[in-house]
DNA sequence: CCATGCTTTGACCCAGCGGTCAAAAAATCA
DNA sequence: TGATTTTTTGACCGCTGGGTCAAAGCATGG
């Protein structure tokens, strides 16, 4: 289809040189078509744009429900969110950087429209941090300021993930959790029932990890410990 | 000084409509010139967008270097850049979102410089991190995905922070810092010294006790792995 | 008073923008 | 095949962009 093709091109160009610093013409060659054939397929700029996040933003408001299904307790259902908002980012990441890069240059309708998104996203976070809360499997915190952090983690991984990186958006979602977790879950009292929760296989993974890291520094520090001259720490 | 004026009307509109949404003529409008008037003051656009975020990229080097001094344990130094970037993002606003958002147009050096900024912050959020493992203060996490979450953390508040908001900065990141740490520092029984500030030996020590503590964490789980398959997920 | 230098003007150039349109070319169908 | 519809062209319009420049204004001080 030459029109999907078309909404390709223009999100790569958008993505690489911002909305404002892409031109009909640029787009027309990337397909290799003339500007005037784009508006065989498009009314005019703003409907192109429309086109591009359009069907994105739709298409993101329907995962969003569907892999916030809320079961599970509080802290598998925070789980659960940051990996679908991680998989989410690094999967359109194209998409997920124009749209906070260049939010401003957006028209109205679509940026009104992912604005809703974010507001959405939100408020499903900030529900599952109540919800724990009131379980007693989080220490209460200051709910919105919270829920920037977490997205704000995760929404900035479009301007740094890389798909070729060493970590996979599963692993990476992983360690956030385990980052906010041993935030948010309450250690101090009551049965450890963290156990549970975590599930046996990943604490067993964090033990590992831990070990393998301890040994690295190690070995680090025999040279060091040998040798008499040598630069210490 | 007519230069400066022009520099602030530019850094105001900029922020307004984005870089690439304001012209020479809008720039000139606004102080009051004329369009050939502001050739006097700069050799181009590019030579004005170099003025505008030249000196405030020269002023956050500076400021990073003086608010990291390197004072203190792993976690007051991990608080210390906590509150150094919130405060900074949440001063300079402006300049921060423009950076994220319009990176794309900035001239190719002042992009340079900026992600250049970024880097040498990032650089030194690591090094926390990794002294704080050092020195057992600190859960051994990957580096640099928590150097990407805390940073994104803070960059994220370029995108909803409100001067008039309920929260001052400095609250604000206590709050990251509460999140953060509960997360960081160690709380379970594991090795407890966290004594010996820098000897190699010490080091190398709680490193040999971090390995022994982990490796019997994982026997200890080995049987439940083994075991009817109860909580597996 | 004029001479000197800094500052500002406003007309101008050209390139590129989004957008239009009649006509040509391809594809489709009968 | 011819008739019809979809797709594409390329010339064109009005407009705004960054950038140039000779000349005018405006201080200053001898």
Redesign the pocket.
Same mark, same amino acid.
């Given at each position: 289809m &030459?029109r999907d093709e078309v909404v390709r091109s223009a999100t790569r160009l958008f993505k690489e040189r911002g909305i404002r610093g &892409?031109?009909?013409?640029?787009i027309a060659d990337e397909v290799?078509?003339?500007?005037?054939?784009l508006?065989?397929?498009f009314?005019?700029?703003?409907d192109l744009l429309r086109q591009v996040f359009g069907d994105w933003i739709t298409q993101e408001f329907e995962s969003l429900r569907a892999h916030t299904s809320g079961s599970g307790g509080p802290t598998a259902q925070l789980r659960d969110y940051v990996r679908y908002h991680v998989t989410s980012v690094t999967q359109n990441i194209d998409l997920y950087h124009l749209s906070f890069s260049s939010e401003a240059e957006l028209p109205p309708d679509v940026r009104a429209e992912f604005r809703q998104l974010k507001r959405r996203s939100d408020s499903v976070l900030k529900a599952i941090l109540r919800a724990g809360v009131a379980a007693g499997d989080f220490e209460p915190r200051d709910e919105k300021v919270m829920a920037f952090a977490i997205d704000g983690m995760c929404n900035w991984l479009s301007q740094w993930y890389a798909a070729d990186g060493p970590k996979s958006p599963a692993q990476i979602a992983d360690d956030f959790v385990e980052l906010l977790l041993r935030g948010l879950v309450r250690q101090d009292d009551g049965p450890t029932d963290s156990g549970p929760a975590h599930g046996a296989v990943a604490t067993a993974e964090y033990h590992a990890r831990a070990i393998r890291f301890h040994s690295e520094r190690l070995e680090q520090l025999l040279p060091t410990l040998g040798g008499p001259g040598g630069t210490g720490a």
């Amino acid at each position: 289809m &030459v029109r999907d093709e078309v909404v390709r091109s223009a999100t790569r160009l958008f993505k690489e040189r911002g909305i404002r610093g &892409v031109s009909l013409q640029d787009i027309a060659d990337e397909v290799g078509l003339t500007k005037g054939a784009l508006y065989h397929y498009f009314s005019n700029r703003d409907d192109l744009l429309r086109q591009v996040f359009g069907d994105w933003i739709t298409q993101e408001f329907e995962s969003l429900r569907a892999h916030t299904s809320g079961s599970g307790g509080p802290t598998a259902q925070l789980r659960d969110y940051v990996r679908y908002h991680v998989t989410s980012v690094t999967q359109n990441i194209d998409l997920y950087h124009l749209s906070f890069s260049s939010e401003a240059e957006l028209p109205p309708d679509v940026r009104a429209e992912f604005r809703q998104l974010k507001r959405r996203s939100d408020s499903v976070l900030k529900a599952i941090l109540r919800a724990g809360v009131a379980a007693g499997d989080f220490e209460p915190r200051d709910e919105k300021v919270m829920a920037f952090a977490i997205d704000g983690m995760c929404n900035w991984l479009s301007q740094w993930y890389a798909a070729d990186g060493p970590k996979s958006p599963a692993q990476i979602a992983d360690d956030f959790v385990e980052l906010l977790l041993r935030g948010l879950v309450r250690q101090d009292d009551g049965p450890t029932d963290s156990g549970p929760a975590h599930g046996a296989v990943a604490t067993a993974e964090y033990h590992a990890r831990a070990i393998r890291f301890h040994s690295e520094r190690l070995e680090q520090l025999l040279p060091t410990l040998g040798g008499p001259g040598g630069t210490g720490a």
